[in-house]
């Protein structure tokens, strides 16, 4: 196989990742590509501004840093990793589930051990493409204020990015042979949101138990941290020695990265065809019922409340990627309990946590229900009305997030049954109006475009947070201050009174 054609697939893989990040940003919208692209460069550099607020005071320091200092460093390499990892995993998962062009490579003449080589070469380019992007303003500042000798950072950067997509693969690898490909897709996007959420919200728990504060800084540099630090000429501290100049560790760590990534390449590739030919085959054939197709009495919204619960089931990678959101609400609520929790409002501060997290899951679920139809010819030939279709898909949004909610509000309502029908209130309320938000801005789309749902409406975005917060801050009011509740009440209905009118409906 000559290296023009290994380098004809690289750029094919190369090329289908950007259009998938073009994609994403731009909501499927060619003409907004060129603008996506200076935005991008626009933030990037704006970011060195709090990038200079952030770690200027680090500046100065040199290979000789202090164990607190080389703490904060590693700490911060660790979360990068961490962070890397998550999102390799999920492309690696995308690549293996998504990609449209299996039929095209298996039918080439190149060998397929080969091309997979190149793909998962391909995926650690675009992962720590993307690392460097974000890492540029911080290091750019840390060499302008402290010396060039931070430079080295971009190859400890390189190197993680390297790492971490080589253990994304051999873990998406290891999770087809343990459990099979139709539990792979589920657990591999599970576990990325597990892994990028959580070593930040376990620093931030740390921080809370320690300092009373959310900061993970003061955790990082207390004396807790130093006590469980290893000793300095450990091996643990090569990141941190390489981000500031250390040579020699920068050039063990690239290596380390680059034979591990060679060693999965070595070991993954000859079987990896099988693997993406059962994992495309989990996407492509039909889901049989083990015990037999039995035709169920029932109504004909019955049948389309079941066909959506069975779609929601089927297809948890979305809707893990809402419940993400739920797990960053944790920190913030036991810092509210551990600072409040000698007064008698401490149980108050439950009820803004329940109601932001209804409000936000119910908006990623309206999307999944509402504009997420694979099949909308299908569904507009049932015998139903399009407002019986429209009802009976609320219906189910509204009833996942009773059964999510119920198992918080019932030990809520044995300690305190009115402020449990209060917060049943308004996470009812809040999950209607991130509803009728998403039927105001409803495009069709693809529910493999769930990630794109954002940039479709910037309007329908920032709405859908500022009534998520309303509520739930008018609900935390009802039960403190109600003259108070009112007024947020009636700003929040403002909200969504103006959402209405700039929704495409009434524009046009």
Not at 7 to 16: E, K, Q, S
Not at 112 to 125: G, H, K, P, W, Y
Request: hydrophobic share 60%.
């Amino acid at each position: 196989m000559s290296t023009g054609t290994l380098a004809d697939f690289a750029r094919h893989d190369i090329r289908l990742a950007w259009r998938d990040f073009v994609a994403m940003m731009t909501a499927g919208r060619p003409g907004r590509a060129r603008n996506i692209v200076l935005a991008l460069i626009v933030f990037v550099a704006l970011l060195h501004l709090p990038a200079w607020a952030m770690v200027g005071s680090y500046a100065g320091l040199t290979q000789d840093a202090d164990q607190a200092s080389l703490i904060v460093i590693a700490a911060t390499v660790a979360l990068s990793w961490l962070l890397m990892l998550s999102q390799a995993i999920e492309s690696v998962t995308r690549v293996f589930y998504a990609r449209a062009d299996l039929d095209l490579i298996m039918s080439s003449p190149a060998p397929l051990e080969r091309v997979f080589s190149v793909r998962m070469a391909a995926i650690a380019l675009t992962v720590t493409a993307m690392a460097l992007l974000f890492a540029a303003p911080v290091i750019n500042v840390l060499a302008l204020v402290g010396g060039a000798h931070w430079l080295t950072a971009f190859g400890v950067v390189a190197a993680v990015g390297i790492s971490a997509s080589a253990i994304a693969i051999a873990v998406t690898v290891a999770l087809f042979h343990l459990i099979g490909p139709r539990r792979t897709r589920v657990v591999a996007q599970i576990l990325s949101v597990v892994i990028g959420a959580g070593f930040v919200i376990g620093l931030q728990i740390a921080a809370i138990i320690s300092t009373g504060t959310l900061s993970r800084f003061a955790v990082l540099t207390s004396e807790t941290a130093a006590s469980w630090a290893p000793a300095m000429t450990s091996v643990l501290w090569w990141p941190a020695r390489a981000i500031l100049g250390d040579g020699v560790a920068l050039a063990a760590l690239l290596g380390a990265s680059l034979t591990l990534l060679g060693l999965v390449m070595l070991l993954v590739a000859p079987g990896l065809g099988n693997l993406v030919v059962n994992a495309a085959s989990v996407g492509a054939k039909a889901v049989r019922d083990r015990r037999g197709g039995q035709f169920r009495r029932g109504s004909r919204q019955q049948a389309l409340r079941i066909k959506e619960f069975i779609l929601l089931r089927r297809d948890p990678w979305l809707v893990s990627q809402s419940l993400m959101q739920l797990l960053y609400l944790v920190p913030p609520a036991l810092l509210l309990w551990r600072n409040f929790s000698d007064r008698s409002t401490a149980i108050v501060l439950i009820t803004p946590v329940i109601v932001m997290a209804a409000g936000q899951l119910a908006g990623g679920l309206a999307w999944l229900t509402i504009s997420g139809e694979d099949a909308p010819d299908l569904v507009a030939t049932a015998p139903l009305p399009e407002s019986a279709v429209m009802r009976t898909r609320i219906e189910v949004v509204l009833m996942v997030i009773a059964i999510v909610v119920t198992p918080l509000l019932l030990p809520l309502a044995w300690l305190s049954p009115l402020q449990a029908l209060l917060t049943a209130a308004g996470c009812a309320i809040a999950a209607a109006s991130a509803t009728a938000i998403q039927l105001w801005f409803r495009v069709q789309a693809r529910r493999s475009q769930f990630r794109r749902r954002q940039t479709s409406s910037r309007v329908a975005t920032f709405a859908e947070a500022f009534s998520s917060i309303g509520w739930a801050a008018t609900a935390a009011l009802a039960l403190t201050v109600p003259l108070l509740a009112v007024i947020a009440a009636a700003f929040t209905l403002g909200v969504l009174a103006l959402t209405w009118k700039f929704s495409p409906a009434q524009v046009s």
